[in-house]
């Protein structure tokens, strides 16, 4: 279907984003990237091809190449929701840089204030910059907003662990 919407469609973008995530859910980042890139020929600064960049680049290890795209993004759009997330999510778990993560997804929750995304992914910020008991208020918040959501009960754990482990409050 995607090959024949190509043909029909050939200014399309969606059957590149399409393929593009498929190709990031098969674990072929190299080939989400090439979709991705057609896809964005067609429509310049288009935010799903973008983000789908972004996460090809971090699904190889590239994590500077992802900073750089959703640094795009953010300099077209500095209130995207997504791209401020995924940043401040980026820089925190991978120890590029705790305070421009905290700052990106405080940032974020100015902008958005009820998004329980952009709550976990501040709180896990605070945690990975070491700043446990600012994470258990954050993502202690966030859970009682969401008890079911799995990502948020995984990180409020491992920050609960650690603040008895060091005593913390």
Do not use: C
């Given at each position: ?7 029909l469609?050939?200014?399309w ?6 393929a ?7 674990g ?6 090439e979709q ?17 960049i ?5 699904a190889?290890?590239q ?27 980026l ?11 905290i700052?990106?997804?405080e ?6 204030p ?12 605070y ?13 202690g ?29």
């Open positions: 279907p995607i090959y024949r919407a190509r043909r469609r050939p200014k973008d969606a059957p590149y984003l399409k593009g995530y498929a190709h990031l859910r098969l072929e980042p190299a080939q989400a990237i991705f890139t057609k896809a964005l020929r067609l429509t310049p600064h288009a935010d799903a091809a973008q983000l789908g972004a996460e090809a680049h971090e190889q290890g994590f500077p190449a992802a900073v750089a795209v959703y640094d795009e993004i953010l300099k077209a759009n500095p209130k995207h929701m997504i791209a401020l997330n995924n940043l401040a999510f820089l925190a778990e991978h120890r590029l840089d705790g305070e421009r993560a700052a990106s997804a940032r974020g929750m100015k902008e958005y009820q998004s329980l995304k952009l709550k976990d992914t501040l709180g896990w910020a945690y990975r910059a070491g700043r446990v008991a600012d994470a258990a208020k954050v993502l918040e966030a859970s009682k907003a969401a008890p079911d959501n799995i990502t948020i009960r995984v990180h409020l754990n491992e920050v609960l662990r650690a603040a008895a482990a060091t005593g913390s409050p």
